[in-house]
């Protein structure tokens, strides 16, 4: 009698374990757009004509669809033009670019809850898949774009001049400024890397920049940095990880910050914060990582002339990632 009981108790748990992983894949399967959906929102999105001036958004970020869709139509170009809506995303892409699309999936909702004109556009629908699509406005001045014709100096050595390769990376020995997709936030961005030796500096100066009201920078630890200092503080407790990056204007410091090692995991992940982060945040606002600021530069407004970015760190591997721009004039108040 008891092995009986048993048996229908074990099986009582097979059939209720069953029951409920068929529920969770059918409310799973109910995100996930199908393939025709799929391929239908990436030939709209084609049909934009999306250019190196345009920007495509994809959320959730860690989403591969769109990649794929836009390989198994024969678009590598519109591929290339897709970023994750991760991190500061909002203020990254706005008054950058010709054009914001926005692919947004099901399950895309927790990213999308910061202001940007394009999440309060009308989306098409292609099933699960939704595309919208705004005007942006081009800025006068972006450090992606325009890295290649940057001046790179460890110290105040010249380590690579203006004119090489568009994706050249400038290194000697542990010094080394790139522009190339980091992990400083969970899904990628593309960011200027710089990593300085330890009581060293890394700069990277931009020779013919037009100012505006404002100059957007965005900079955090990368992953594999952090990594890294938590690797070393176990062997060394007063190891310091810290990074300090500083905007300067010729000789007139705009913004300078200093870093901590983090990184940071958005608040509905928390899940992965022991995963990713192990060492969390203990600041108030929560806010350390890959962060973007917006910085007054009305003085400078209407004058053109050098602005450098640079890096110094107090330990030796400590990569960082930063991002900056000069938003277009805004139009309409947004």
């Not at 020779?207 to 690797?231: C, K, S």
Request: aromatic share 4%; net charge neutral.
């Amino acid at each position: 009698m008891l092995a009986r009981a048993a048996s229908i108790v074990s099986l009582a748990a097979i059939v209720v374990s069953s029951a409920v992983g068929v529920v969770l894949f059918v409310r799973e399967g109910a995100d996930v757009p199908n393939d025709d959906d799929v391929i239908a929102a990436a030939r709209a999105v084609a049909a934009f004509k999306v250019t190196d001036d345009d920007v495509v958004l994809v959320a959730p970020p860690w989403s591969m669809q769109p990649q794929r869709a836009a390989s198994a139509i024969g678009a590598p170009a519109l591929a290339a033009r897709m970023v994750p809506a991760d991190g500061p995303w909002d203020v990254l892409h706005h008054r950058r670019h010709r054009r914001v699309v926005l692919w947004r999936e099901a399950d895309a909702e927790p990213w999308l809850t910061r202001s940007h004109p394009v999440t309060e556009a009308l989306a098409q629908a292609y099933g699960n898949v939704h595309v919208a699509i705004v005007d942006d406005a081009i800025a006068p001045f972006d450090a992606l774009r325009a890295f290649d014709a940057a001046t790179v100096r460890l110290g105040d050595d010249i380590v690579c001049a203006a004119g090489r390769p568009r994706d050249a990376r400038c290194q000697r020995g542990q010094a080394r400024a790139a522009r190339e997709w980091g992990l400083v936030t969970e899904n990628a961005q593309e960011a200027i890397v710089l990593a300085a030796p330890a009581d060293g500096v890394v700069s990277v100066t931009y020779n013919d920049v037009a100012f505006g009201d404002t100059l957007i920078v965005a900079a955090g630890h990368t992953r594999r940095a952090l990594e890294r200092h938590l690797r070393q503080r176990q062997k060394d407790a007063g190891k310091d990880g810290s990074v300090v990056v500083e905007v300067r204007a010729g000789d007139v410091v705009l913004h300078s910050r200093a870093l901590q090692p983090a990184f940071r995991v958005e608040p509905h992940r928390a899940d992965n914060v022991a995963r990713f982060v192990r060492d969390r945040n203990n600041d108030a606002d929560g806010a350390r990582g890959f962060i973007a600021a917006v910085v007054d530069t009305g003085a400078l407004a209407g004058t053109r002339g050098p602005l450098t970015v640079a890096a110094r760190a107090r330990s030796d591997g400590m990569e960082v990632g930063v991002d900056a721009f000069v938003p277009a004039a805004s139009r309409g108040g947004r």
